[in-house]
């Protein structure tokens, strides 16, 4: 098997990172991106501006790939998803050249002859990686071991409280977004009601732009619905953030709050989204669990969260946490039911590792349906889990990395209760902040 390729399954930074590790490592990497270019995901939200800085978004392995080429890394700065696509993945994706296929999107992955449930000889064989491509053509490619980076994106959660879609939300897909406004495209939005389900970094870019929005077309309005109470973190880490762009996103959706351009609903959880009306003239209510009812909507902006797919793995053996669908080990440092301030700890190849040999989930994937990746964690999961495929356990074993501190606790069995404003070691003491509402029991009229 030795003469067969790694898998990497996307080429988004995670991707990317882990053929230039391979390649560094003298193995053969053969990147499967089922997008038409490099880190199609993100070009998906290129307008959103990172809160990493641009020395925390590009990898070691790929830098040294990449300055024979004549490339300046960038050192100044925090892009947008497009400009870290321009500046970096594009390029890195160009010297990886015809190791990086594109509309290949992968649809199962196996063990050569042998399903799910067969021990025999198992190890010893190939894996197999099915694919479809652009055209519907099918292929299988064998592969020494497989790598999947296809992170989350494509797998938002629901508006549904309790993650299933809501009553009516699929019936009402037409006015819903799972992305962030762009203000560059304000069509959908100006001089419209929209309301945003969902309170973590997503939300706060999702506040901005339709604040910028409101600030260049009148009689736009903005109602924020999430499911906790306000408490001191609510509008994330602020100055006790170690990534200060993190914290002044959630202090700029706070004073967008504060001036009232954004009209915030706290203990919302969504049972049904009820369509009113017909065509053009359709509109949205956003029913609670408790019966209260918002506004009338243009659109709803839901940023929820995203989910793994695993669908392409049933045939492989996973070790996976039952709450987050993340590696096991992975899981107990990132669940947000029980971490805080910034506890969690880098992760490499033994973590990552599955009951499958030589199988690895890495990049947003390997965190499952929690929300706290940084590209950083990525870049130091790939050169892990390169450096044991090749061999080298003792660099694998090694952690050369340290994360910043969120200054956000999820804290203690507190995380998501509607009653509750989080907890855990490093959270001030809660500020109190009243936030008026309109919101009655029954539909109103925008």
Known sequence: MSVLPVVVIGAGPQGLAAAAHLLERGLEPLVLES???????????GHVRLFSAWPELVDAASVRLLEPTGWIAPTEGYPTGAEWIERYLAPLAAVLGDRVRYDARVTGVSRKGRDRLVDADRAAQPFTVHLISADGREERVEARAVIDASGTWRGPSPAGADGIPALGERAAADLIAYQVPDRAHPERYAGRHTVVVGAGDSAFNAVHELVRIAADHPGTRITWAIRRAVGADTFGGGAADQLPERGALG??????????????????????????????????VLVGEDGRTLPLADT??????????????SELRLDLDPTLEAPRRVAAEVDPNVHSCGSVQATGAADLAQPEPDLYLVGMKSYGRAPTFLALTGYEQVRSVVAALAGDHEAAARVELQLPDTGVCGGAGLYDDPDGAGGGCCAPAPEVLTIGSSIGRAPLNA
């Open 35 to 45: 997008g038409s270019g490099p880190a199609s995901a993100i070009a998906e939200w």
């Open 300 to 313: 709803v902006v839901v940023l929820t969260g995203f989910r793994p797919d695993l669908s392409f793995l």
């Open 251 to 284: 202090q700029r959706a706070r004073a967008a709050v504060d001036s009232g351009a954004v009209d915030l609903v706290t203990g919302f959880r969504t049972a049904e989204i009820r369509r009113e009306g017909s065509g053009a003239g359709a509109r949205a």
